[in-house]
């Protein structure tokens, strides 16, 4: 069984930062691409940013390029999601998830089959 879990939000003021971590138990993700999604409130689950098995490509939604920075270190099976320059409509609850073997990178979220349960960012203006 695939457990992952999400930890390092809260709130902020706009223009602060956070890090997100996400580590994942019952599966070495050194060998699987990673993710971030996140839902905000009324909305629909939307792609943030996706890393590759070692780390040589990445790829972010548009709203967030040059703010955020996803990472990994496979030595402690763990992803990260560095936020700066956050702005109010950041808010949202954060999800990491593994991708599908072969998965390169993507946005698209059904090509991930482990999530976890999320990690609320609220951004206050």
């Known amino acids: 069984q695939v457990h992952v879990v999400e930890s390092g939000g809260g709130l902020v003021q706009a223009g602060g930062s956070l890090r997100l971590s996400c580590t994942a138990s019952g599966r070495t993700i050194s060998s699987y691409a990673m993710g971030w999604f996140r839902q905000a409130p009324g909305k629909e689950r939307e792609f943030v940013a996706f890393?590759?098995?070692?780390?040589?490509?990445?790829g972010y939604t548009d709203s967030v390029k040059g703010r955020f920075t996803i990472s990994r270190d496979n030595a402690k099976n763990t992803v990260y999601l560095q936020m700066n320059s956050l702005k109010p409509e950041d808010t949202a609850v954060y999800y990491c998830?593994?991708?599908?073997?072969?998965?390169?990178?993507?946005?698209?979220?059904?090509?991930?089959?482990?999530w976890g349960q999320g990690t609320q960012v609220t951004v206050s203006s």
């Open positions: 998830a593994t991708a599908l073997r072969y998965i390169s990178g993507s946005s698209y979220s059904h090509e991930y089959d482990y």
């Open positions: 890393i590759s098995w070692n780390a040589r490509s990445t």
